[in-house]
């Protein structure tokens, strides 16, 4: 029998679910709550401190640990070195997440503010997590272990001030090892276009690159789909060193005050690399090439000069064994100083870690064991950082590691050490660099604009 | 006398109102008991996120501090923002390429398959049409990613016939990535509304067709008089689904452009998820999702209210 529902049913069902509703939301209050369990905000350095110096010596002691960690996909370093950890300390074992680039920098924040927080994590950006109180203060760490008698540029980068900016202040990141950028080559195609020294100057570069167009190749291959964000930032960078001093791109990056990434130098930088891109140094279909399928073509000989970090040397030697080279983007005068992107792989530990000794010493123990080193340059294809009296592993003959290590020994002997631009803010590169990059290439945003609209985009952000 | 009778009809009447009334009473109440697990479920997985949306869009909130209240200024934000205009305007694009088209040559489709292809042949074309319903959209969207890709198969194609000048990355191009997502979206919607429609032809007298077959009619004007005023129901039934579809479209976009180049191909469901979680501008990324269910309702209630029978 079908119950002919009056009016009045229909709005007292109404009502009920209304009732229903309004008894869920009351339970969170009027105004919008933020998840439980949220620390306080604290940008300033007490109460999260590590341990005082004075007390016993750190280690992961004799008690079964369960290292709770959170990894970056594609990027093989760590896991080798958490199984080399396990095999010194048998006591410690690993539960090791991991995910993509973007993805992290998207699900850090809420790993970090959960109920069970990594002991250790890989960290895209810092300066957020560290103003919303997530990340643990290693100050403690730094002179239990000795990490101040390392060099200071080591740290730096990892360094947040109590207003927020970067490169002073307590320490809240680790690096695994210090990666350097700059020019990746195919020695065969290189040698077809005369090349028989790396150039030394902006000017010889480009003439390389025309000599490279002429002769039928594709001078540089590069990504710029927005999965993988623009790759046209690393050339844009190298181009802004080459033309101006390293200090205001730092300063930019590390949010110092009135810091601008529209400047004349830097303009002037952009200028150059719109001028590649209308020349047709770069792919057609660069915007909807993404970071993978960029090496891989790469790796199949398409392209003479790629720009990239020394992370993917092992796959360059895998690819082409004995056929990839590499030098410093070089300056714009003959003699000038060298400049690159230099960054550690930073990882964090969480406020709330529970084992978050037993993490430090695991970040202590990759800059200072000699296997642990090893590794570093075998497998991560960077210098493993640590104390300066310590050497640096050699890397196997044929590796193009040796020409980035050597590389990145002329470039930290000019002090030209740079974090990424893409990492000025949280989102910089996905909402700024990434979109205007891809305007750029497709002929929809001029040098000037680029910069303009990126600046904008970072002073927004900023403001929020 | 007369009054006693009265008031023990009265009585009876108002004895049998009671029980029935109870009965019915009791009845109601089982109905709203039978139905409350339901609405419990629906209610705390959709109302109440709906709720919470409409409360966070009045905030400007980055999802861990303490909110702070802005009232509407996140609606104005998102009316006046040319970028965020911009991506709704490219999610009403995509109706002409996953609504207009399927629903069209969805009519055409299986009118052929109807008049021509019965039996095995129209298993095959309707199953074929079908597989892409089927296949889930992330791995729809990598497919196609390759497909469209300056060396994938449509550029192989093109140069096979000559048309060399015309290849490029579909999908990394200004002026063809939205049209090219939109293709996408056509093919994975396409063998839904045919099939929707062959179902609904199936409704429909064959003895119209013999009436006005006696009387002149040919094929199109068949399709024209009988068809499509026949599938009524089932065509409002195809533009509600791939509208919304449309509007709220994320798993294509995120698997093969990520909004880019630029933002030619940003649509709101994926801006959304940009804001809330990379910006980590809750509130707006909250009100722009007000924003376009009104918008969705705005088109669906009337095709929903035109597409009634009549007399319904």
């Known amino acids: 029998m079908l119950l002919a529902f009056s009016r009045s049913r229909r709005a007292l069902g109404g009502l009920a679910v209304l009732a229903l509703i309004a008894t869920a939301c009351s339970g969170s209050g009027s105004t919008p709550t933020p998840p439980p369990a949220t620390p306080t905000p604290a940008a300033t350095t007490e109460a999260t401190a590590a341990p005082s110096p004075t007390a016993a010596p750190i280690t992961c002691g004799t008690a079964p640990v369960e290292l709770n960690a959170y990894f970056e996909t594609g990027f093989d370093i760590p896991f080798k070195l958490s199984e080399e950890f396990t095999k010194q300390f048998p006591n410690v074992t690993w539960k090791i997440s991991q995910d993509q680039f973007t993805n992290l920098t998207n699900a850090t924040p809420r790993l970090l503010a959960s109920d069970t927080p990594p002991d250790i994590i890989r960290l895209p950006t810092m300066v957020s997590l560290v103003k919303d109180g997530l990340l643990k203060n290693l100050d403690g760490y730094v002179t239990a272990f000795g990490w101040d008698k390392w060099p200071a540029s080591q740290l730096l980068q990892n360094r947040v001030a109590a207003d927020g900016t970067r490169g002073s202040g307590s320490l809240y990141a680790a690096g695994l090892n210090y990666s350097m950028t700059g020019v990746f080559y195919n020695k065969k195609l290189a040698t077809q276009i005369g090349m028989t020294t790396p150039p030394a100057t902006v000017a010889d570069f480009e003439a390389l690159l025309a000599k490279a167009k002429t002769a039928g190749l594709q001078p540089i291959m590069a990504w710029n789909a927005s999965a993988s964000g623009g790759g046209l930032a690393f050339p844009l960078q190298n181009l802004m060193a080459a033309y101006g001093p390293t200090q205001p791109i730092n300063d930019w990056i590390f949010q110092a005050k009135g810091a601008t990434i529209d400047t004349p130098n830097n303009l002037t930088a952009a200028q150059h690399l719109e001028q590649w891109v209308k020349a047709g140094y770069f792919p ?180 929020q | 006398m007369i009054d006693r009778s009265a008031a023990q009809t009265d009585r009876q009447r108002r004895a049998r109102r009671t029980s029935r009334s109870r009965k019915v009473r009791r009845e109601t109440l089982l109905g709203f008991l039978f139905v409350l697990p339901a609405v419990a479920i629906y209610a705390v997985f959709v109302l109440l996120p709906l709720a919470l949306t409409v409360q966070y869009s009045l905030y400007r909130w980055d999802g861990f501090n303490v909110p702070v209240w802005v009232g509407l200024s996140n609606y104005e934000n998102v009316l006046t923002d040319p970028d965020l205009l911009n991506t709704i305007f490219n999610g009403f694009r995509l ?102 429609l062959l179902t609904g032809m199936t409704k429909i007298d064959p003895a119209l067709y013999e009436a006005a077959r006696i009387d002149g009619a040919g094929a199109i004007q068949e399709f024209r008089a009988i068809t499509v005023p026949g599938l009524r129901q089932e065509i409002g039934v195809c533009v509600t689904v791939t509208v919304i579809l449309a509007l709220r479209s994320f798993d294509i976009v995120y698997v093969t452009t990520g909004g880019g180049p630029g933002l030619a191909t940003m649509v709101p469901g994926l801006d959304i998820y940009v804001l809330a979680f990379q910006a980590r501008a809750v509130g707006v990324a909250s009100a722009l999702a007000v924003v376009l269910i009104v918008l969705i309702l705005v088109l669906i209630l009337p095709i929903q209210y035109l597409s009634r029978e009549k007399g319904e």
């Open chain 1, 284 to 463: 057609k279909d660069v915007n909807a090439i993404e970071y993978t399928a960029a090496n891989s073509r790469f790796g199949k000989g398409e392209g003479v000069f790629m720009f990239n970090g020394d992370w993917q040397n092992a796959v360059y030697d895998k690819d082409q064994p004995g056929n990839v080279g590499f030098f410093a983007f070089p300056s714009a005068t003959a003699g000038g100083k060298l400049a690159a992107m230099s960054a550690p792989l930073t990882y964090g530990i969480a406020t709330k870690a529970k084992n978050a000794d037993c993490a430090a010493f695991f970040l202590n123990w990759v800059a200072t064991n000699a296997t642990a080193r090893q590794i570093n340059v075998a497998i991560g294809g960077s210098n493993p950082g640590g104390p300066s009296d310590l050497p640096v592993p050699p890397a196997a003959a044929g590796s193009v590691t040796n020409d980035t290590l050597a590389g990145g020994a002329q470039v930290a002997k000019d002090s030209g050490g740079m974090d990424f631009i893409a990492n000025a803010t949280g989102s910089i590169f996905a909402q700024g660099w990434t979109p205007e990059l891809q305007k750029m290439v497709g002929g929809k945003q001029t040098a000037d604009g680029l910069l303009k609209a990126v600046q904008a985009e970072y002073v927004k952000e900023l403001a």
């Open chain 2, 95 to 196: 109706i002409f390429f996953f609504s207009l088209i399927p629903v069209s040559l969805g009519l055409v489709v299986a009118s052929v398959i109807r008049r021509s292809a019965t039996g095995g042949l129209g298993n095959v074309a309707r199953t074929v049409l079908f597989l892409p319903q089927v296949i889930p959209l992330v791995a729809a969207g990598i497919v196609w990613s390759v497909v469209l890709s300056l060396t994938g198969v449509v550029n192989q194609l093109l140069t096979a016939i000559g048309l060399e000048g015309v290849t490029r990355a579909w999908l990394g191009d200004f002026d063809t990535a939205l049209p090219a997502v939109g293709l996408i979206g056509t093919w994975v919607l396409l063998g839904l509304c045919t099939v929707l």
